[in-house]
């Protein structure tokens, strides 16, 4: 049988699983000095015969991945699964890529004054959405694919729906929050055949990384 496959969302997830996983005692050189190969073999060493094969993929493609179990399990942020959903589990919290979604509008201005109707721009129209449903208001949604911030600048939006980390973008733009709508983190996800057909293996990973997880978490 082949080794476990791991859909691992690139860019700023990336770092911290690969540190993760070499915590745990995995061998992640591929992943260190991948050049552009998209699958990469980890193993571990005696002390963990724990091996993986780790795709890199693009966020909400991790969940298509999963979901059609050509991979057993993927590493994903909570935005991206409140946002497109899927048929997976959602098995642990791995606790860093921490942030939240929040509405924010130009600092100064009242986003929920008036009657008359709003306009948000927003990378997650479902999350935004189901955030003015649970309010009763009737919001216009528009999608924007990157650097939402700049809608409310070019007078296209009255406010976003963003995720915040730092703060910094909004604060260096002008602009606040004007309420959290919930926290965000990166998630272990399975495909549900897998998690029958493969259980012990599935399961002494994801106790491998949330054990490691709990230690990082104590020493900082
Ligand atoms: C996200 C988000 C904000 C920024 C917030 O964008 O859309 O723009 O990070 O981070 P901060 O609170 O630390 O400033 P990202 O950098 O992921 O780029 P993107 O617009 O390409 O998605």
New binding site residues.
């Given amino acids: 049988m082949r080794p476990l496959r791991m859909a691992l969302t690139k860019g ?1 997830l990336e770092k911290s699983t690969v540190a993760l996983l070499e915590n745990t005692g995995m061998n992640c050189e591929s992943l260190r000095e991948k050049g552009r190969r998209l699958i990469l073999p980890v193993s571990g060493g005696t002390e963990n015969p724990a091996k993986l094969q780790v795709v890199l993929s693009k966020a909400p493609d991790v969940l298509t991945y999963v979901e059609h179990g050509v991979c057993e399990l993927g590493v994903v942020g909570k935005d991206v699964i409140q946002e497109h959903g899927g048929r997976f589990f959602e098995i642990l919290d791995l606790g860093f890529g921490k ?1 939240g979604f929040a509405l924010a509008c130009p600092k100064g201005t009242d986003f929920f004054h008036g009657y008359q109707s709003k306009t948000v721009a927003t ?1 997650y129209p479902n999350v935004a959405r189901r955030f003015f449903e649970s309010k009763a208001m009737d919001v216009r949604i528009i999608k924007i694919e ?4 700049l809608a409310p600048l070019l007078g296209l939006a009255d406010g976003i729906v ?9 604060r260096e733009n002008g602009l606040e929050v004007v309420e959290r709508i919930s926290e965000i983190s990166a998630r272990l996800i399975v495909n549900p055949a897998a998690m029958k057909l493969r259980k012990r293996e599935i399961e002494e990973l994801a106790a491998r990384l949330e054990q490691e997880g709990k230690r990082e978490e104590a020493v900082t």
């Fill in positions: 700023r942030c990378k990157g650097s939402v911030e963003d995720i915040v980390e730092t703060g910094a973008t909004l």
